[in-house]
């Protein structure tokens, strides 16, 4: 999980501040780091931290300088760690001129073409398997820049959604599956691409459309010129998991809105039966409030904000001492005093990744005085891990991987327990199953290319 | 507006990450400054610093700490600026003793009560009201304490819930108007005093009763002690607008569910009528959102969480710059798309204080094709300033004292514009007119002693 | 010890820069904190910290300061410890108006006149001496401010060299018996006040003369104006120490050259005999290299650099772990190959205190090849506290106050070690023994007045 | 100019704390950065950053890393600049291991290297001349490491004394003409490598022997193996003015005692003649002060410490403002009080390049009373740039390059100005004239290889 963004300005405007302003949007998509890249008299320039947005970049400073191309990114924690070189977007200044790259997804085939470079010189500086791309256009010496990058992108494998830097060129990329989001759009004399169409509207611009899964956009001074890839997928592989949880509810994704998409997961619940009419319906804030406005406006059943998120409590402000794991879920959640009270609660949450929080909610919630606690999952359960850039828990941690729904019912101590099934998340959502990845749920991988294949190309 | 928060073990256990976790918990009440101050040795000791609770203090350095007793407090940007002296706790050690002091309100004979104490060799080291409280106590030799509190607290006029720490006690003080909130709970042998319950929840603690108006609570071995100021006051003055806006909605303040006081303005908006029924109902995010519930619950309408507010955006993140002004309100707040098209809207909003926001989501909602666009205000309009701890604009900036409500409709461009009235305000609350403060709506101020009374004292 | 300097521009030019560069020159009189004070409408502004002057104070922000009048002051690790307020310039703005004072020196009734304050309702911030001086100020109601600090300082005893900073006044004052040099200058329109004439010498001002013992001089738009002070002093005790370690070689103090009386020192070591011609001279750096070279000149040796001394290693540089002791002294000092060979070697030092150096570098030398070792030390031994504001150490850690000097060269495996006689010392000088305060070498102390006296008056 | 040290203990004990006092000692020959580089677990690690040792590393995080072979650098402000990613030691963990490097001199075909690899697909990360050595390491794919440097260093032309850091095992080596020194030192088990004998010292190492012109040491858990390099010189080009100024004087280079080279400088002043008897010596603090010695000594006359270095005083402290400018000289320097009054003075330099402090101290101590004031020089006249590591100022800035030494003398103002010449200089060091590079005096440069040559290899 992470955020890139992008903008090239024609009539040779400043766009940085559009970068900072964009990564601002996309923040939910990765909080662990952020980086904006530009070129300058054949360079590139890198401004990189650990941290948000403001924490890593300085508007101002960066408002301050006259790149009128540039790209950005935000990076999640995932399992490389948190090493500052590994922060996004990379850059090389290399024989053939400046590249940058920023890079949301995950190369399944990385570590081959690792050893396959390194045997031909070349010194990684990152353990991030963004790099590789560079390094395949940095080894193909007098090869111009976007000729480097076509090939470097059809011996690659996984799930790729890039923003690309050359000397005055700025480059959009869609892996051939489309596992990950990517919009372009447009203000005026500026193009802009994001990886999700939020960024657009906080800085004015106009949703163009999206990247088609394996098109490569090159926009420069002449504007925007769309390119096949050489590789073809057999079919699309779009991220299910997008809708359910990871994208902000304003943004529109493959021609989808998320918003719709939530509240249709939670109107399917409702047509699942079983609850009663004057049961409490809430949210769990702030993943699963929009299921839970579906479900109880398909149910006619009356919604609360009946818990309250501590806003200015989590990792960043609180350290999860002896002491706060005392305090409990308070410390996060806080039920409102007296909603709950001598009524049926219906829980709704987006996921069910291990099952603490839910446990501790149904508790608390029971607590508070309700008559019954039902819990309600807005997607099916989570069973596989997720090997295109999305970082899941081993299946072991996997609570619905260990468990049946009775079980697990039993263990957080609810009344009853629903998840819905993977053939209703594709019609909430209202793409056909055959375009969707639904594999952390059913286990049904994209089927990857032999390695050899790959190398000799 | 600020937040204070005090804790006293009595088996000696250590309270200062009660303090930070507390804090945490007020931090919408004040994000100026933090701060917690503790006794060791006879002396005061103070952390303090700009910024939220996280930024000026650590967690496990305050954890590591053995003081049984503290005080913390959390500031607000007011007009007295940013020195960073000024923030609080405030301490002294002096003749008689360490003393500490978090205060919550605004001392309305302060000046008067410097000079005559500056006369008598007082060297002020903040320009901070609550230092003459400090002083008045230093400046009775030979007094214990707690005596000398008492009378300095005779001789101060304005709002004040106070936390208070002297040597091996804590003190928790409102003053007789009741203008502030300030709550007293328990958990095992620890005592806790905070502006607000939802503190104590955070931390596990039971609220066991609001402090009383004109009650000084003291707290120390042998448990807690309740007596009665030497000032009375002839009615309360317990501000109104904590239950509109600055609570927290899972609080309880003087009896009273914040929550359903909100929930209930909105109903009361439902029942001016005029609005209909296939209306959408949307809040302003985060502020409007539970008066839409009741608004739309009342009603019979539908409620949509129809406004994303861009989270990380905002004062800390995002700078004024020209460019944002230009890229203008989607910065802070997103339309979801659809939702409105062709529909009447109806926006929902705490209060209305300048209307600049007001305007810009009125046009918004209208841009993403609503038809109408309803404007409502769960209170009435903010009139005249306020004199007991709240940052409100000077009458000429406040939209409501210098126009018409018809005016004003006109200016944002709305199709209707509709507030509530103080009886209202005061029927949704649940508490008489004659117990709350509602000077800020209609000029109705409490009545000040003459200073010459209180300094002869 | 610490280092005071002052500045008042009679044409109105801002002075702070002035101030950097002189605490730079007096640096070496305290390297603990470094601070600036001035006035600016009628309040005192103060900008201090820990550590040497650049790292407390920024000399562009200062230049930046319009003030035409302004003190500073460095301090010295003292036993009172780092707390940060106890930096100086201490400053407060009280009902007379704003005051600043810089400090050099102890007052020996501080304790008494605190509690004598404290039950006035006095609240102390520091736990300075120096902040007595203030409170007695503040403690004059309706007394203009000039009288205020003549009669405080009739009630202090000790040493005190001050820079005091009023409204638009400067004022230096050298208590009775002239502990603590003084001096003032002059460069255009601009008066300065400081510790040691060096300081004036970096800014390009002349020395104008000391300030007496026992003087107030006061500077301002009129002029500067000399006032005597109420309390009078039997005899002067100048420091003779500044001449033998404490005053920069380059300054002249009470009208003698510091760096003539440290070649004074060693050539009264050459006098008393006992050396062979052809030995090599070689001083302790830096502290010994004058009287070295007085002690090869009047003998007619080789001096010769002998010892290097590491410029980068030490307190600020190297921290003091196991294997840094293990490496031992050759971390600060490293002899010169091959110069001491077969040699008989002087070394040279302007005092011994805990004799652990001096042990260390004898060996060292020995090591290095020298026949035999002589140890020469250019002042009496020490053998009692100071109480006027050098931070000695205690009698029992004062190595000459507990063994004779025979013991002592044994101890330290010198082949002989000798001293010069307190006569010899005031005649190097060339003070009369009646003016200068030997008591660290003679516990000649000055008799201190009754305290009741002092706080009656 | 750089420092290089580098430490591997056989019985594996931790030397990060040695590396950290070796740098410390080293301090002088570099203050613009400093670092570190170990290996763990097959990777290089590298601590490094702007400033002093000090600034730039932790000594105590430093001491907590077990490893027990290391390298560090500290480096002197070039025209390359001070991105901070050009600090030194350089690593890579390429296909054969991790390498780090640390660099003393300059490679004179560096940008050739840099295109024929970056035509062979290397991303260089610096803009330093040293990272070619590493990327021509990398570019030999299946050649061990100790292998490819060799390749490597065949290939590379101009001033290179390396500590090189592989796996388990640390390399010295020194470019065939010597330029810059090396030298190899032991305490037990463990093997230093560093620029200067002083950094043995510091450490309590003992000085085995120089690294030899065009030797290869490498240090492993066998012991220390010498190995020749590829390349010959036809002579050695060994730097005088490592004895002139840059060395610290208690080095032994090349088995020549700085120390005393300095002071035989001096006396081959003495010997021109020309002076009085009763003329008063001194030297320009610090770099002049030996030679003074040397001087006074030879020709019977009078050594003063005549003028102080301000010591907190300098670029670290002060900022060259206009102020500062005004105040002149005297911030740096400061002539003693009554030394030179009536007398000749004789002041002695180590060099002259600009010629401006020069004429500022013949000023100052003619105004301080001095009757003529005469200038020597402890070397010959620098008029030619040095391509081999030392920064020296172009042509048109080297006074001695433009001007002839009479006018010279008339431009300081100075009675007389003497220089030494280039075979006095030799004899005064005690090597060869064919052994010593003197380019800077003499524009005798090293004749480069044919670059061809060198790249086909």
New interface residues.
């Given amino acids: 999980m992470c955020g890139v963004f992008g903008a090239y300005s024609q009539d040779g405007s400043p766009v940085l501040?559009?970068i900072?302003?964009g990564l601002?949007?996309l923040?939910?998509r990765g909080q662990l780091s952020a980086g904006a890249a530009w070129t300058d008299g054949g360079s590139v320039h890198i401004k990189k931290g650990l941290g948000?947005?403001?924490e890593a970049l300085c508007?101002?400073e960066l408002?301050a300088i006259p790149a009128h191309t540039a790209i950005g990114h935000v990076r999640y924690a995932t399992a490389g760690g948190t090493r500052p070189e590994n922060c996004q977007p990379l850059g090389?200044?290399?024989?053939q001129g400046p590249v940058a790259i920023a890079h949301n997804g995950n190369l399944t085939n990385a570590r081959a073409l690792s050893?396959y470079l390194?045997?031909?010189?070349?010194?990684?500086?990152t353990t991030c398997d963004s790099e590789t791309i560079?390094?395949l256009m940095?080894?193909?010496?007098?090869t111009v820049q976007l000729e480097a990058l076509e090939s470097a992108l059809a011996r690659v494998q996984g799930a790729y959604s890039l923003a690309v830097l050359l000397e005055d060129c700025l480059i959009a990329a869609r892996d051939p599956w489309g596992f990950r989001p990517l919009v372009v759009g447009r203000r005026g004399e500026t193009y802009f691409v994001a990886s999700e169409s939020?960024a657009l509207?906080?800085?004015?611009a106009e949703l163009i459309r999206d990247v088609e899964p394996g098109e490569i956009l090159v926009i420069d001074r002449r504007g925007m010129i769309s390119r096949k890839m050489r590789r073809k997928a057999r079919r699309h592989f779009k991220c299910a998991f997008e809708y359910v949880y990871f994208a902000?509810?304003?943004s529109?994704i493959d021609g989808r809105?998320v918003?719709?998409a939530r509240k249709e997961l939670g109107a399917t619940l409702a047509r699942h039966g079983g609850l009663t009419k004057d049961a409490v319906v809430a949210g769990m804030p702030d993943s699963g409030?929009?299921a839970a406005?579906g479900l109880a406006?398909e149910a006619g059943m009356?919604?609360?904000?009946g818990v309250?998120r501590?806003?200015?409590?989590g990792r960043?402000?609180?350290?999860p001492?002896q002491?706060?794991r005392?305090?409990?879920v308070?410390?996060k959640l806080?039920?409102?005093?007296?909603?709950f009270k001598g009524k049926e609660a219906v829980v709704v949450d987006d996921s069910l990744v291990r099952g603490t929080t839910a446990g501790r909610i149904v508790s608390m919630i029971r607590e508070s005085g309700a008559a019954k606690v039902h819990m309600r999952i807005a997607s099916p359960p989570v069973r596989y891990p997720c090997y295109y850039g999305i970082d899941t828990p081993s299946s072991e941690e996997l609570i619905a991987a260990q468990t049946t729904i009775a079980e697990l019912c039993e263990k957080i101590d609810a009344d009853s327990l629903e998840y819905i099934g993977c053939d209703e998340l594709c019609r909430a959502i209202g793409l056909p199953r055959g375009e969707l990845c639904t594999a952390c749920f059913d286990g049904d991988y994209m089927e990857e290319e032999e390695e050899d294949n790959l190398l000799e190309v």
Same sequence: chains 1, 2, 3, 4.
């Fill in positions: 501040e559009d900072y302003l601002c949007a923040q939910h948000l947005v403001h508007q101002s408002a090389a200044n290399y024989a050893s390194a045997n031909r010189g070349a010194i990684f500086q560079i390094q940095a080894h193909q010496p007098g939020c509207d906080i800085i004015g902000r509810p304003d529109v809105s918003y719709r409030t929009l406005l406006e009356d919604f609360e904000a309250v501590n806003r200015y409590v960043t402000f609180i350290q001492t002491r706060v005392e305090a409990g308070k410390i806080n039920p409102q005093t007296g909603i």
